[in-house]
């Protein structure tokens, strides 16, 4: 109940922080959280959490259990002082055994115990960073796809409004059989963009639904406004990025438990000493025994060449940090490049709509003058129709390339990931 309220307060806290224009157009933030959380793969990642506890107990615990072994025996001896010489005794012997770690080895398993828990928390918290990337890019798929659809929809029932008119004009004699044809090819290709528009649309749609059934796809898509810059300078985004990243974080912590491994492997090469009592009883208790037990192994090749391999494992993970680290900075740099050359894209796209837009109301002046024909007109409107769409498309771009940065930041949808980097800040 305290982690449900606590996560609410974040989220609060968080969606204030978040630009207003954002807020508009994408899922509540509530619904998002929880459409994030119940994503199969960030329920795997949180039980394989579960599992890292579980195995970091164990290596606390240790490797080694106690042994008891019983032995109830039967002695028949030949030569007694019984009146044939011959006798039988009862006997038994009970030994409890069990080898200590050596001084050291426990630090080492509690280390790499605590090592592996952190990399199990981290890669959850990237299950969940991946879940709300794939949410925001079938959002804005979703909206993107629609945008589409309500656009081509528009275009095709005007067509279609035109050609009725342009009918019955032709039955009263004011219209010309060329004009029809040039009209019905128009809508004909006006339907098929719906047609191709309309799949689309229903595919982003089964998508978001698929993968998010928690996320409430209301009956009319929000428009979007128009995209801004993003605020602070792209070195501030790409250092945010970097450094909030949990894969960074989880290859350390990976790299970090292979190192201890491998410590332990090396301490290993010294095994440890099995120690126990021992008691027993011979010729029906006549004779009885109590004594300490005591087992050293010996360390061989196959010890020594563990602790190698170890220490070329934890080398490894070193340099799967590295390069970790190197690849995060450079999609980092990549997506905050995006950000704003989609922003640049949309002012050219915008600039083209709006040059269209008026070139298209002087053809329409230019029709009904005369001075044109209909096919010229008809030409003239799908020009603006195909800027009108790359304007949409553009638009959504930059809005998205802006909040996938938000997310790998982990400024959007990161709600205690958020509050824990200000705490430390």
């Given at each position: 109940?305290?982690?449900?309220?606590?996560?609410?307060?974040?989220?609060?806290?968080?969606?204030?922080?978040?630009?207003?224009?954002?807020?508009?157009?994408?899922?509540?933030?509530?619904r998002?959280?929880?459409?994030?959380?119940?994503?199969?793969?960030?329920?795997?990642?949180?039980?394989?959490?579960?599992?890292?506890?579980?195995?970091?107990?164990?290596?606390?615990a240790?490797?080694?259990?106690?042994?008891?072994?019983?032995?109830?025996?039967?002695?028949?001896?030949s030569d007694?002082?019984?009146?044939?010489?011959?006798?039988?005794?009862?006997?038994?012997?009970?030994?409890?055994?069990?080898?200590?770690?050596?001084?050291?080895?426990?630090?080492?398993?509690?280390?790499?115990?605590?090592?592996?828990?952190?990399?199990?928390?981290?890669?959850?918290?990237?299950?969940?960073?991946?879940?709300?990337?794939?949410?925001?890019?079938?959002?804005?798929?979703?909206?993107?796809?629609?945008?589409?659809?309500?656009?081509?929809?528009?275009?095709?029932?005007?067509l279609?409004?035109e050609?009725?008119?342009?009918?019955?004009?032709?039955?009263?004699?004011?219209?010309?059989?060329?004009?029809?044809?040039?009209?019905?090819?128009?809508?004909?290709?006006?339907?098929?963009d719906?047609?191709?528009?309309?799949?689309?649309?229903?595919?982003?749609?089964?998508?978001?639904?698929?993968?998010?059934?928690?996320?409430?796809?209301?009956?009319?898509?929000?428009?979007?406004?128009?995209?801004?810059?993003?605020?602070?300078?792209?070195?501030?985004?790409?250092?945010?990025?970097?450094?909030?990243?949990?894969?960074?974080?989880?290859?350390?912590?990976?790299?970090?438990?292979?190192?201890?491994?491998?410590?332990r492997?090396?301490?290993?090469?010294?095994?440890?000493?099995?120690?126990?009592?021992?008691?027993?009883?011979?010729?029906?208790?006549?004779?009885?025994?109590?004594?300490?037990?005591?087992?050293?192994?010996?360390?061989?090749?196959?010890?020594?060449?563990?602790?190698?391999?170890?220490?070329?494992?934890?080398?490894?993970?070193?340099?799967?940090?590295?390069?970790?680290?190197?690849?995060?900075?450079?999609?980092?740099?990549?997506?905050?490049?995006?950000?704003?050359?989609?922003?640049?894209?949309?002012?050219?796209?915008?600039?083209?709509?709006?040059?269209?837009?008026?070139?298209?109301?002087?053809?329409?002046?230019?029709?009904?003058?005369?001075?044109?024909?209909?096919?010229?007109?008809?030409?003239?409107?799908?020009?603006?129709?195909?800027?009108?769409?790359?304007?949409?498309?553009?638009?959504?771009?930059?809005h998205?390339?802006?909040?996938?940065?938000?997310?790998?930041?982990?400024?959007?949808?990161?709600?205690?990931?958020?509050?824990?980097?200000?705490?430390?800040?």
């Amino acid at each position: 109940m305290i982690h449900c309220l606590s996560r609410l307060a974040c989220t609060a806290i968080v969606a204030a922080t978040l630009p207003a224009r954002a807020q508009d157009f994408l899922p509540p933030a509530d619904r998002a959280h929880a459409a994030i959380g119940a994503y199969a793969e960030v329920r795997a990642a949180d039980s394989y959490v579960v599992a890292a506890r579980e195995n970091a107990r164990a290596l606390a615990a240790g490797p080694h259990d106690t042994q008891l072994m019983l032995m109830p025996l039967r002695r028949s001896v030949s030569d007694a002082p019984t009146v044939n010489g011959k006798a039988r005794y009862g006997e038994w012997e009970v030994q409890l055994t069990r080898a200590i770690r050596l001084p050291g080895k426990a630090a080492l398993d509690r280390e790499a115990g605590a090592h592996g828990v952190a990399a199990a928390e981290l890669r959850q918290g990237d299950a969940e960073h991946q879940a709300a990337r794939l949410l925001l890019a079938s959002w804005m798929g979703w909206l993107r796809a629609d945008a589409a659809a309500a656009a081509a929809r528009a275009r095709h029932d005007s067509l279609a409004r035109e050609r009725d008119t342009i009918a019955r004009r032709l039955q009263l004699g004011d219209a010309a059989r060329r004009e029809l044809d040039q009209i019905a090819a128009a809508l004909a290709i006006a339907q098929a963009d719906l047609r191709q528009a309309d799949a689309e649309l229903q595919a982003q749609r089964l998508a978001l639904r698929a993968n998010f059934p928690q996320v409430p796809l209301p009956e009319r898509a929000p428009s979007l406004p128009k995209p801004a810059p993003l605020e602070d300078t792209p070195q501030s985004w790409i250092d945010r990025i970097v450094s909030r990243s949990h894969e960074i974080r989880a290859a350390e912590e990976i790299a970090s438990e292979r190192d201890a491994l491998a410590r332990r492997a090396n301490a290993d090469r010294l095994p440890d000493p099995t120690v126990g009592l021992r008691t027993f009883s011979e010729r029906d208790g006549m004779e009885r025994g109590l004594g300490l037990v005591v087992s050293i192994p010996f360390g061989g090749a196959r010890r020594s060449a563990e602790a190698r391999a170890q220490a070329a494992a934890a080398e490894a993970a070193r340099s799967e940090t590295e390069a970790m680290r190197r690849d995060i900075a450079r999609d980092a740099q990549l997506d905050v490049t995006r950000a704003q050359v989609a922003v640049e894209l949309w002012q050219a796209a915008h600039a083209a709509r709006t040059a269209n837009a008026a070139s298209l109301a002087r053809q329409h002046r230019a029709y009904e003058l005369g001075e044109i024909g209909l096919a010229e007109r008809l030409q003239a409107e799908r020009l603006d129709a195909e800027s009108s769409l790359t304007e949409l498309r553009t638009r959504a771009d930059a809005h998205e390339a802006a909040l996938r940065v938000r997310v790998d930041s982990h400024e959007l949808w990161h709600p205690e990931d958020k509050i824990e980097h200000q705490d430390h800040s």
